[in-house]
């Protein structure tokens, strides 16, 4: 029993390791052709992308190990006989480590998943005993300039009376519009999802993938806004809310002046050329499914004889060391 | 974690001295709603943790203490504010709030400028322009 599960869990971490950093090294060829897509269709690829090493680990480690499906996609062939078998590590000590790594791991994701869930609900629970219901959005009465949305199910969109004060009725509707957007994608769960599928990789190395979701999410959203009130108007006020914060220097961290990711600009820029946005067709989101598809089930059966590879040879070396 | 996060008692009980200041545990109490009604002995350790934290004030008045609140709503709010700021420009909340525009000083001057022209030109191009 040991010996399978600890088998299955370095399976899957062996796996989820490996997609994830050939995703991060394929990626810089594929981002030209996903940021050209209209952001609503490229903001779903791109989390379909960081999310597919966790997944396509998870599901084709699971496959391995059910020998109904493995018989189909897994050549026969014979160790001491030839019954369908799944991988499986000899050493209890080597399927004990890959027990306890998985624990780990997924000690780590949970305790991220819960802090990160405390946090919210702190926010939440602060904002509304503090803030004032305004139909569907709260009000918090402080000078500085800001909205969001806040939370991940049921997200909630605040918005500060300085804001509002500075803001024209259009301009607020934009905004608004643009807030009800996030808060119907769930875009934060999104982000979450995406973040924590990568959590295998240490932060510098998937920043960059994850910066461009949240860049395109953002565009996303502006681009519904823009449906209703049009792309001009929503790039002006973009550009109006970034005046009104830049303005007030005061509200800046020291240290914000080293951040250079030009956000607004790459969103104005997208929707003064919104319509050189290539859509999707439903014939090619099928075939993009279809190709999931395969990619999993050729996965296998490498998967099955890369492992028993692996397993031979840390045997070997482990027989040898003694 | 954030600096100036405060638990739901903590408000209820800071909401209750904005609605009337100069108030006892006891007052105090009376009116924190029933749902979440407390113990007197909670209330008064939750005004100790807010006089440490420098929320609220208080003097003594016969055997009791009376309270009143040392930040306004919106100063209080004001903070959070900032805390949010400042997160949201580490990352470090980035999961759980996505902001309209981010307080990056990203955009100098000229660029603003430059995109502000970008926007009259493609509003021309439209025949939009006044």
Redesign the interface.
Not at chain 1, 140 to 144: K, R, V
Not at chain 1, 146 to 152: D, N, R, Y
């Given at each position: 029993m040991i010996n399978s599960v600890g088998t299955f869990a370095s399976i899957w971490l062996g796996l989820w390791l490996a997609l994830s950093v050939l995703f991060v090294l394929v990626y810089p060829l594929l981002r030209p052709s996903l940021l050209k897509l209209h952001p609503r269709h490229g903001s779903t690829l791109l989390l379909a992308y960081w999310v597919l090493p966790f997944a396509a680990s998870l599901l084709s480690t699971l496959i391995l190990f059910m020998p109904p499906a493995e018989t189909l996609l897994v050549k026969a062939h014979c160790h001491v006989d030839c019954e369908s078998h799944a991988p499986l590590i000899d050493s209890p000590a080597l399927a004990l480590a890959g027990i306890v790594l998985a624990t780990l791991v997924v000690t780590m994701l949970f305790w991220r998943f819960v802090t990160?869930l405390r946090?919210?609900r702190?926010?939440h629970?602060?904002?509304d005993?503090?803030?004032r219901r305004r139909g569907t959005w709260y009000e918090?009465?402080?000078?500085?300039p800001?909205?969001?949305?806040?939370?991940?199910w049921r997200p909630r969109i605040y918005l500060?009376s300085g804001l509002r004060e500075a803001c024209t009725a259009q301009d607020l509707d934009i905004?608004l519009q643009?807030?009800r957007a996030?808060q119907e994608r769930r875009?934060?769960l999104r982000?979450?999802v995406a973040?924590l599928c990568f959590a295998i990789l240490p932060a510098p190395v998937s920043r960059h993938g994850l910066a461009d979701l949240?860049g395109v999410?953002?565009q996303a959203?502006d681009f519904r806004a823009a449906e209703r009130c049009g792309e001009?108007a929503v790039?002006?006020t973009?550009?109006k809310?970034?005046?009104l914060?830049?303005s007030r220097?005061a509200?800046?961290?020291r240290?914000?002046?080293a951040?250079?990711?030009?956000?607004?600009?790459t969103r104005?820029?997208a929707l003064?050329q919104a319509s050189a946005r290539i859509r999707l067709r439903r014939w090619q989101w099928l075939a993009l499914l279809a190709l999931g598809g395969v990619f999993l089930g050729t996965l296998v059966g490498p998967l099955h004889h890369g492992s028993e590879w692996v397993i031979s040879a840390l045997g070997d070396h482990a027989r040898l060391t003694h | 974690m954030l600096p100036n996060t405060l638990g739901e008692l903590e408000l209820g009980v800071l909401e209750a001295l904005w609605q009337e200041p100069h108030l006892d545990a006891k007052a105090i109490c009376q009116r924190i709603p029933a749902i979440r009604q407390p113990s007197l002995s909670t209330v008064q350790s939750t005004l100790e943790r807010l006089h440490r934290k420098e929320l609220v004030t208080r003097s003594k008045t016969g055997h009791a203490y009376s309270y009143a609140p040392r930040v306004s709503r919106s100063n209080l709010l004001g903070r959070l504010m900032g805390d949010i700021i400042h997160l949201l420009h580490d990352g470090r909340l980035e999961t759980i709030l996505s902001s309209f525009v981010t307080v990056a000083a990203d955009l100098d001057d000229k660029s603003l400028a430059d995109l502000e022209a970008l926007i009259a030109r493609k509003k021309q191009e439209q025949g939009r322009a006044p």
């Open positions: 990160t946090r919210s702190q926010l629970a602060q904002f005993v503090l803030g918090m009465e402080a000078e500085c800001l909205v969001f949305t806040l939370g991940w500060s905004i643009h807030e996030h875009d934060n982000l979450l973040r949240q999410t953002e959203c001009l790039a002006e973009l550009l809310i970034k005046r914060v830049l220097p509200l800046l961290p240290d914000a002046m951040f250079a990711e030009r956000d607004v600009e104005i820029k003064l | -």
